[in-house]
């Protein structure tokens, strides 16, 4: 199994710590600039504490990477956390950096993109952007825990998210309690 991890600049690191925590097999990961501000001030780790969770770190400027071709073959692409701004990139096919050129080729090459966006409240823009994002088979895994399982602390509303991304992954896991067991 091999997946491509990529944290963008909005609230909500952990969702990416955790996805790189929990992933099998090997993880690539790039990090975006203003994400790797945001690391340190949200998270308490830094940059190259995440960065040692992957398997293979890319910079964000290196469009020769792996993953800005569609013949590199990787089973999911993850944005978790996922900006607004790169939810427009993603929507209008701009492919300027490598986390949108990488999703601009998961989407065209018809691999499994989830991404996890977070700002609240949306304006209509974001909704279309992000309902475009659907029409093309994105997984959009909002930021929005479900509170059925009873979370106790944040952690355990971060392993929501996370479990449901493993979950569109069809990754085994056992990060919170599903309905029914
Ligand atoms: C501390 C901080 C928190 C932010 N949180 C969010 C957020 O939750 N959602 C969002 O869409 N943008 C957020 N932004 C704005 C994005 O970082 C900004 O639009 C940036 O251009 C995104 O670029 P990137 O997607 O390439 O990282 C935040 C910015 C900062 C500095």
Not at 5 to 15: D, E, K, L, M, T
Not at 147 to 169: H, Q, T, W
Request: glycine share 8%.
């Amino acid at each position: 199994m091999r997946s491509v991890v990529a944290i963008s600049g909005a609230s909500g690191i952990i969702y990416g710590v955790r996805l790189l925590q929990e992933l099998p097999g090997e993880k690539i990961l790039v990090i975006s600039e203003t994400a790797k501000a945001i690391i340190p001030t949200e998270t308490g780790m830094t940059v190259e504490q995440v960065e040692a969770l992957a398997d293979k770190v890319y910079c964000d400027t290196d469009l020769f990477a792996s993953i800005s071709s569609g013949s590199y073959d990787y089973d999911c692409m993850f944005v978790a956390p996922c900006s607004e701004s790169s939810v427009a990139k993603f929507a209008c096919g701009i492919a300027d950096t490598l986390i949108s050129r990488a999703v601009s080729v998961c989407i065209k090459e018809g691999r499994k993109l989830i991404i996890v966006p977070r700002e609240t409240p949306k304006s209509a823009i974001m909704l279309e952007n992000e309902l475009k994002l659907a029409r093309c088979g994105v997984v959009i895994m909002d930021a929005n825990p479900g509170f059925y399982p009873g979370p106790k602390s944040v952690e355990d509303m971060v392993n929501f998210i996370v479990g449901r991304c493993l979950d569109r992954a069809c990754i085994q896991h056992s990060l919170f309690k599903k309905w029914g067991e």
